[in-house]
């Protein structure tokens, strides 16, 4: 079992930036891939990011590549999202997932695939 606790949203300004926190408890990270999504209102959770277990491999939307960034502290069971120059369109709840017992390497963009999720947090981008 693992338990899935975010953290860092906010009002930013457009340009801004936030770093989301995803502290995990009951269990390490080994062997989780996590991910990232988000979700607007009025519309479905969509892949912001995701890393395979071991942090061998990470994938993000298009719409964030380049300004987002995912990375993990073992020591701190916490996977992190870094997001730079944001934009109003990135407003959203924000939710970090945690898929068990995966295969090296892979990254998983379905919120399907994932097995336990946070609360969310929300963040707010204004113009």
């Known amino acids: 079992q693992v338990q899935l606790v975010e953290s860092g949203g906010g009002l930013v300004q457009a340009g801004g930036s936030l770093r989301l926190s995803c502290a995990a408890s009951?269990?390490?990270?080994?062997?989780?891939?996590m991910g990232w999504f988000r979700q607007a209102p009025g519309k479905e959770r969509a892949f912001v990011g995701g890393?395979?277990?071991?942090?061998?491999?990470?994938s993000y939307a298009d719409s964030v590549k380049g300004r987002f960034t995912i990375s993990i502290d073992n020591a701190k069971n916490t996977v992190y999202l870094q997001m730079n120059s944001l934009k109003p369109e990135d407003t959203a709840v924000y939710y970090c997932?945690?898929?068990?017992?995966?295969?090296?390497?892979?990254?998983?963009?379905?919120?399907?695939?994932?097995?336990?999720w946070g609360q969310g947090t929300q963040v707010t981008v204004s113009s």
């Open positions: 890393m395979s277990w071991g942090a061998r491999s990470t």
């Open positions: 009951g269990r390490t990270f080994r062997y989780n891939a």
């Open positions: 997932a945690a898929k068990q017992s995966s295969p090296a390497g892979y990254v998983y963009n379905s919120p399907h695939e994932y097995d336990y």
